[in-house]
Structure formats: C-alpha cells, structure tokens
C-alpha cells in the first residue's frame, strides 16, 4: 500500500501493511460496527484466544503467557511500573537501547529512587562473548533486572539474548527483552530465549497493521504483573474472566479497536503463503551488499564484524563530518528516499531496512545517491 | 453499519458510527499506511492539533488542554496515578459510578493506602440539592478529590456537576468528573463545568470510530500530570515537542493507529449536518414515553422524578423477581433485541438507550416483548 512515488527504505520504524493483512483489519472493524454489544462484550475473547494461539505457535510460547498490547513500549512500561522498584534496586541496559524505552526506565528509577546503568558495548561487535563481558561489567549485587534489546533500534545488532538470559537467570538476575524490531525479521523462539519478560511488535516486521504488539511474561512471573490501565480486568473479573489474572488484567483496559491485533493471524498466513524465509534471505544478501559498497565508498569501519549479526536492517556509518538532519531531508527531498540519518553515541548513522518489496534497483539507487551527497557535502 | 436484523437499544455502551464517519477513518488508515514516516513521524502532530481545536470548539475548551485517549477510563488511570496519593488522601465518589473507574481508584487507593468513599446518593433522584447534601455527606478534612459521573453508567443520572465543582472549589477539593457518557447525548460545556480533570468518550454520543476518548485537565492542574505510558514525551521532547510537557506526556505513548481520534472532526460535522439537537429532542421524548409506559406496566416506582435528569438513555426498574441474566438473554434470542439487563446496588434494571437510527416501532415492540417477558415470568 505504500506509496509507489516514494523509495521506502525504512521499514525498521513502522513497518508496512499488505494489501491482504490490510483487508482482513478493515473487515474485523466492520464486523465490531456491526454488533458492537455482541463483538466487544461477548465475542472479542474468543478471537483474542485464537489470535493469541497464532502467535504463540508462531513465536514458540503458550498462548496464554502472551497478551496483545499496542506496542512494544507499552509493554516495557507495564513490566517497569510492575516491578515496584525501591531505592535498593538497578536495572542495567545497554547504550544500545531503545530511547522511548530508556526514557520509561529513567521515569520510573527517578520515581522510585532506584538505578539506572547504562553498560557501553562497543563497536564494531566482534563476537558475543565480548558483548556478554562488556554488558557484566555493570552487574552488581544490586542488580535486580538486565534489559536488553533482541535487535537494537539505533544500530540494528542482534543480540545475544538466549545467553544472556541463561547467565542472569544463574545469577537471579530478571531478564527483559526488547524484541521490537526482532519477530518476523529474525527467528524469534521465545522457550528457548528464556527471558523473563519479552516484548515486541508485529506491526514492523511481522506485516501487521499498526498497534499490534505483544509481551510475553513467563508463567512464574506472572504474579508480579499489575495492570497498567485498570479497568474490569481487575480485581480478577467475575463476568468475562479468561481464568488468568495476568491476562484479565493486560486484556481489558476499556473500548478500543482491536483489529491490529486480531489481524495478526492473517498477517503470520501472509509470512507463510509468501514463503517469507526465502524474502528474508534474499533481502539480507541485499543488504551485505550494499553494507560492503558503502565500506568502500566511505572507507569507515562498518558496525558489524560478521553478518551475523545483522539481519533485514542494518547501521551505516556515516562521515564524521556530516550533517544528518541536512543528509536525512536532502535524500527525500531531492530522491525521494525515506531513510533515517542520526547521530548515535556522537557517530553519525543510516539505517537501511531492506524489506520484500524493495529491489536491488532501489539500493542502487542509494548508492549512487548517497555518494554525490558525500561529494557533494565535502 | 448495524445489522439491521437487531433491535439495537444499547447504544450507550460501545456507539454505532455512522457510514460517512467510518469511511473518514478507513481514509486515516490508508493514509497511514501509504507513507507511515510521513504520516506518524512527521504530520502526525498537526493532524492530531486539528482533531483537538474542532474537540475543544466542541466542548468549549481550549485544545491545548484536551488530550485524545483511547477511552475514558484510560484517561481516569492517567489522573489517579498521576495524584501520587498519601495514606493521609480521601477520594470521594458516589455509588453510580462506572464499575471501571470504581476498580480503579480501589487498584490505587489500595497501592498508596489511601482511602476511597462510596457515598449513597439515593433513587429515585428528586433534585440537585439533594444530591449535592447526600454527596458532600461524604466530605472530610482528608478528601483531596471528588470523583463524579456527568452521566452516571448504570443509572443514566444527570449529575448536577457544575454545582459540585463549584463547591468543591470553595472547600479547596479537587474535581473530577468522568464524562464517559455525557458528551454527544447533552451539552457540555467545559468552561462552565469547571472540573479540575474531565473525561469523555466520542466514540459512544458523538458517533466517532471506537478508541476516541479524551481528556481535559486545566491549565493550573497540568504540572500535576504524569505519563503514564512514558515514551518520547518525556521527558519533555527536542524534536518532535508541541511546546507543551502535558500533551507531550499524553499523546506519545508509540506506535499506534490514530485514525478514531482524528476522525472525530468528521463525527462533528456530522451531528452539525444532521442538526442533532432536533434529534435528541425527538430520542428524548420517545424515552420519556417508554419510561411512562413501563411505570404503567410494571407499577414500580421510577429513577427519576423529572425528566431533566435523563436524556437519551435511562435506567428502567425491573420487578424485584426478574432474573436479569436470563431476561436480558431471552429479549436478545427471542426477540432480537440488545438492551442490557443488570442489577445495580440490588435492584434490577433495564437500561434503554434511544438514538437516531431508533423508531416508536421498535420501542413499541420492546414494551410488548417486556410484558410478555414478565407475564411468563409470573
């Protein structure tokens, strides 16, 4: 549905809707309008179940440690206010993170008077085992929770969470992960991740519409959950109970269009009828590519080591030089390419997102674009 | 969009959105999907500043106090968590309040130890000084705040809330008045209401998409404010910042569809082109001959001694022997009608919703169901 004028090569912020996936949301919308006494009072569990068992089967976890939630963020606030942190406490993350997500850490750390870390991992990323050390060294006896995200906003790395989670889990150490960017861009299995909390969104690269994420809260953590919004979810609700306190009370926070959520299971059909793994690499190889022309053009380190660690989306280093905000317009303006330009931790960035309906054209495209910029520039 | 085979008579719970109003929100959402960066990352501030100014004309308010929420419980959660309550802190509310909001202020008196007053205002309602003496019954030196339906859910009462919030002004208590229902269904007027915090829904009387909720808070209270779901808002933005910290806080909360809240625009528009007021008129004197008649028919004594006190939905008394659960079942399998049936504070009632899409004809065959249903019942 995106519009064809433009080169969209920024997938990674708010993903894009098929056509399909887009049918099946506008439907359920008409479907709540057409009884909404019936819809949201009397059938709505039962889709949400059912949309619920679709992406547990499709992340690799119990449906009902799985609750559907706007976005990732909201999910991070839930388990932050949850936590009911006292001046005692750290949460340490990486300088890797999120800022909206950060930004939720360090409201809720000012508020409770507990502390926030912020562990440097640097770049380039040579292998896990150094990110594992880097990240270690801001745990403390204090250290109540480790977030970290499954792939990184501002730099694209993915990391590694299953070991992470392993090693804090030895040392009762919570694990939180911040899968945002991760579902339908890298494989996401949640058992075998471990975390604690885990959330993400399908509405970046699962293809689902927008206001579609979930968390997933393991079954033994569940009882520290609060609701966030309090509605008839809590106290335990008599009437529409699911029979889960957790559920009730992250499900129900009043009338609101449930149609991202409940296109989820359309959206994952998608993914499967389009045999999505093949896109995936092909895309990915787009992008080593294009990772490599841009080493060459601009002779600066790249940020990843191997090409592992990237996936769909990855971190360019730009010139120190440049002017990202001037770059960012200049590309739209003068290109019409949609493509984020930041500076992160002082080192200026292009995010490229490589996504099924982007071609090797395109990336060309930028290539060349970005190299008269450059020339221009200097 | 309803489905023409049901007697729609719940309107109050959830709204019904009429054709033009829909395709208006499809447009939003097409939009959204056309250019994501674009529409979220970039205009989105300007649209939603629009949806405010044609809200706040509205409701007369100023648009830089109004803030669109998906509900009006969502917006009740922002103010109680955002109090910071002592154990030294009293709210005080009535028993017609919203189960929603009532689980609410439980949730956080119960998480700050402060305490929540449910003070009896007694049926039926005979004038708003009663009101007002029964409900500041419940004053003492602690209560930092009066929480008080505009419309009350499970009573469908006017409450006199301009009086009580001028009151409350004089005895130095905060207000707070939960406008789910009023707005759309009579005038409101947030100048001369003059609550401290106030929050409504579109989607129910203004016939805005589900997920359109607001909330207004005055000018000299918004320092009070806190996120509650933190994100770029806070703390107070570089880029993307309307120059406010109270909308900043409120409206960033991620990703999500927008597209009920900007549509609220077109749902004005439409009660304009459809002079609403005759049809209220019209909805409210078809309600008040229901209301007549069921007294007649059931001989109970009724909510409400004038008719001031309703205007497009009421609460009709039951016979002291109805099963609700089975007669609200049996009107909807029966006879295809949706109109909900409950018990309030012991006493079965039947809540009647008329709103323009309704006809005398479908109100005459409810009270037929109605004595048919009790003549069984008997």
């Given at each position: 549905m995106l519009d064809p004028d433009i080169i969209f090569l920024n997938h990674g912020s708010y993903g894009a809707t098929p056509v399909p996936v887009f049918e099946e949301y506008r439907d359920w919308q008409i479907k709540l309008e057409r009884?909404?006494?019936l819809f949201l009072g009397r059938e709505l569990q039962n889709y949400l179940k059912h949309a619920r068992e679709c992406l547990g089967k499709y992340l690799n976890a119990d449906p009902d440690d799985l609750v559907y939630v706007p976005n990732a963020t909201f999910g991070v606030?839930?388990?932050?206010?949850?936590?009911?942190?006292?001046?005692?406490?750290?949460?340490?993350?990486?300088?890797?993170?999120y800022g909206a997500c950060e930004n939720t850490w360090w409201f809720i750390c000012e508020k409770t008077r507990s502390r926030l870390r912020r562990q440097q991992i640097t770049l380039p990323v040579n292998d896990e085992q150094e990110i594992m050390e880097q990240l270690w060294q801001g745990v403390t006896d204090r250290t109540r929770?480790?977030?970290?995200?499954?792939?990184?906003?501002p730099t694209a790395i993915t990391f590694p969470v299953e070991r992470i989670c392993a090693r804090a889990r030895q040392c009762g150490i919570l694990t939180f992960v911040d899968g945002a960017h991760a579902p339908g861009q890298i494989n996401?299995?949640?058992?075998?991740?471990?975390?604690?909390?885990?959330?993400?969104?399908?509405?970046?690269?699962?293809?689902?519409?927008?206001?579609?994420?979930?968390?997933h809260v393991r079954?033994?953590?569940?009882?520290?959950?609060?609701?966030?919004?309090?509605s008839w979810g809590w106290p335990a609700a008599a009437e529409h109970s699911t029979g889960s306190p957790f559920?009730?009370?992250?499900?129900?926070?009043?009338?609101?269009?449930h149609a991202a959520s409940l296109s989820v299971p359309a959206a994952i059909h998608f993914l499967g009828d389009y045999?999505?793994?093949?896109?995936?690499?092909?895309?990915?190889?787009?992008?080593?590519?294009?990772?490599?022309?841009?080493?060459?053009?601009?002779?600066?380190?790249?940020?990843?080591?191997?090409?592992?660690?990237?996936?769909?989306?990855?971190?360019?280093?730009?010139?120190?030089?440049?002017?990202?905000?001037?770059?960012?317009?200049?590309?739209?303006?003068?290109?019409?390419?949609?493509?984020?330009?930041?500076?992160?931790?002082?080192?200026?960035?292009?995010?490229l997102s490589v996504q099924g309906y982007n071609t090797q054209q395109e990336l060309q495209y930028l290539l060349s674009a970005v190299e008269q910029y450059l020339k221009q520039a200097a």
């Open positions: 009884q909404p006494v606030n839930i388990v932050a206010r949850s936590l009911n942190l006292t001046p005692d406490d750290e949460i340490l993350m990486t300088n890797h993170e929770l480790i977030f970290v995200s499954h792939v990184s906003s996401v299995d949640l058992q075998a991740i471990g975390a604690d909390f885990y959330v993400g969104n399908c509405h970046k690269w699962m293809l689902a519409p927008k206001g579609a994420g979930f968390i079954r033994e953590n569940q009882t520290l959950i609060e609701p966030i919004i309090v559920l009730d009370y992250l499900q129900n926070w009043g009338t609101r269009d045999k999505w793994e093949e896109i995936q690499r092909s895309c990915h190889a787009m992008l080593a590519g294009v990772i490599e022309a841009m080493g060459e053009l601009t002779g600066l380190e790249k940020v990843y080591s191997r090409s592992s660690f990237y996936q769909q989306m990855a971190a360019l280093t730009l010139p120190e030089q440049v002017d990202v905000v001037h770059m960012k317009e200049h590309l739209y303006n003068k290109n019409r390419i949609e493509i984020p330009c930041y500076r992160w931790e002082e080192r200026p960035i292009m995010r």
